[in-house]
Every structure is written in structure tokens, then in C-alpha cells.
């Protein structure tokens, strides 16, 4: 993995446990990253990641409207 050294103002509170989720957490949102990969980028386990997608707000199911709707209408 690359290593990205990134400045933040100090009036921002947030450590690096918290900033490695927001990227990780948004580069899964987009599909840029799987569940695992984005876990990894985390530092955590598959689950403990999945487990705080929420409090970041992003869905763990990463999945498409009209994928539901046309797999609703295959099933």
C-alpha cells in the first residue's frame, strides 16, 4: 500500500483510526474498494469495519436501485 502524509488543521478533531475510516469507507461507497480491501485500508477486520459503515453513513449493502428493482422482477 501506498503511505500519504496528509495535514490537518488542528481545530479538526479527528485521529487517524477516524480518518483512515472516512477514506476507506467512502472509496467502499464508491466500489473502488471491496469490503475487505476497504477493512485492510482501515486497520480493522472485515467485521469490526462492516460493523462501523453505519456511523460513517455508508450502506454495507453497496448495491444499485435498479439492480434490486430488476432483480425483484427476475425472482
Same mark, same amino acid.
Given at each position: 500500500?501506498?503511505?500519504?502524509?496528509?495535514?490537518?488543521?488542528?481545530?479538526?478533531?479527528?485521529?487517524?483510526?477516524?480518518? *483512515?475510516?472516512?477514506?476507506?469507507?467512502?472509496?467502499?461507497?464508491?466500489?473502488?474498494?471491496?469490503? #475487505?480491501?476497504?477493512?485492510?485500508?482501515? #486497520?480493522?477486520?472485515?467485521?469490526?469495519?462492516?460493523?462501523?459503515? #453505519?456511523?460513517?453513513?455508508?450502506?454495507?449493502?453497496?448495491?444499485?436501485?435498479?439492480?434490486?428493482?430488476?432483480?425483484? *422482477?427476475?425472482?
Amino acid at each position: 500500500m501506498r503511505i500519504v502524509t496528509l495535514n490537518i488543521p488542528e481545530n479538526i478533531n479527528l485521529n487517524s483510526v477516524d480518518l *483512515a475510516m472516512i477514506v476507506a469507507s467512502r472509496l467502499y461507497e464508491q466500489g473502488s474498494l471491496s469490503l #475487505g480491501q476497504a477493512a485492510e485500508m482501515a #486497520g480493522l477486520t472485515k467485521r469490526s469495519f462492516a460493523e462501523l459503515l #453505519g456511523k460513517f453513513g455508508v450502506s454495507i449493502f453497496n448495491y444499485p436501485a435498479s439492480d434490486i428493482s430488476r432483480d425483484i *422482477a427476475n425472482a
